[in-house]
């Protein structure tokens, strides 16, 4: 059933043009553009799904609704699912209502689901009017999207297992220019509602629309590391066995990694779940560098130091297909390879050579249809692990650059050239590197 709200606010919503430029400002423009361009060219409901925790309504909620109320007005609508743990947790001590957990789970009897639906109700409608106080359209949705069938009553009450999701109630709402906001209430057979995990009715709704993105917004902005360090990029194809293993991955965080890796089974490859605050939702989404972790199914890839093992049509294709220009004839026959970042599938790597003495990075390609998935940050993180110093050039005008320059340690512009380097301090060397490097012959056809 939906939430009865009415509008609280009468601000005029910023154009889509003043939205454009504000994200202009995370980094270079056209970066932003390319991204609106890709989320904007999916269907309306197959943006994103964006989970919000009980927590971030406690302690970001206008963030949060702004950060929302920024994608709707670029044209942008996700479909918003929260949670409520932390507020129940409070009503049901304040009812002296004991609730026991089972397997992590909240055991849920009669009393405790009539708390948890007021308190879910409620949120909802914190959530729904912080959102329409930013000037735009939302649609709170308490229950009636989710259809769930009993986890297994006697163990867990009125616990619920999604089994399907009710898409032309969210298609409805997203195509009359609102954000659907739902709970975790499902509805199980016969019209009881029923308690359904946060994590798990995320999964359902995403496998139903199967969107480009999945957010989980969190108070520590992503999975943390050993050391308490934001991890920036998970490839679950090379890193979930060994994350799994370590004796520093607790509970938390191992349940968040395998809910995560069953969220991404149900999608496309080129879909990614982000981990992220509220206030850096838009630096995620909209940036190369991003500001959070990118958790993704990913694909292997391979340090390669030998070029004949490489597949010259397929490493020239994607090159030709990254930089969108013809390689010259030549390219592969005078290309002396020090090593190579490739994955699998030859769309994205990295391809390193030697001038004189110093680290060249010749190419960086990523195929625009890998683009946003992360496979640019991993394939960089590999280069800057196994080479502390190296350099590299790109074209002035390059919307790539914004990204380079997070990266380097310097950088000097040669004409139409930007001269790039990581780990150098010797001016000398530079200055010689840098000599050389911009005298280098262009290896694509004019």
Partial sequence: ???????????????????????????????????????????????????????????????????????????????VIHGGGPQLDAALDQAKIDTPKVDGLRVTDAATMDVARRVFTEENIRLVSAVRAQGVAAEGISSGVIEADYLNREKYGLVGEPVSVHLPMLEAIVSSGAIPILTCLGTAPGGQLVNVNGDAATRAVVAALQPIKVVFLTGTGGLLNKSGELIHAINLATEYERLLAADWVKDGMRYKLEEIKKVLETLPRSSSVSMTRPADLLTELFTHKGAGTLVRLGEVIKTVTDKSTLDPAKTKELVERAFARPLAADW??????????????????????????????????????????????TIWRRVAKNHPSFYWRSRTANPFNAFYHDQADGSVRRGNWTVFWIGETTFANIEAAVAKIERLPADFDA
């Fill in 1 to 79: 059933m939906s939430t009865p709200i009415r509008q609280t606010s009468t601000r005029q919503t910023p154009t889509r043009e003043t939205i454009v430029q504000l994200l202009s400002h995370l980094q270079d423009g056209k970066e932003v553009r390319a991204y609106l361009n890709r989320f904007s060219a999916a269907d309306q409901t197959r943006f994103a799904v964006i989970k919000i925790g009980g927590a971030i309504l406690q302690d970001a909620l206008e963030e949060t609704a702004e950060a929302l109320a920024f994608l709707q007005t670029v044209g942008l609508t996700p479909v």
């Fill in 332 to 377: 592969w026959d005078k290309f002396d390879l020090l090593e190579a970042e490739i994955t699998e599938s030859y769309r994205a790597g990295a391809f390193l050579t030697r001038l004189d003495r110093f680290t060249y990075l010749d190419k960086f390609a990523v195929s625009e249809d890998a683009r946003g998935e992360g496979l640019s940050r």
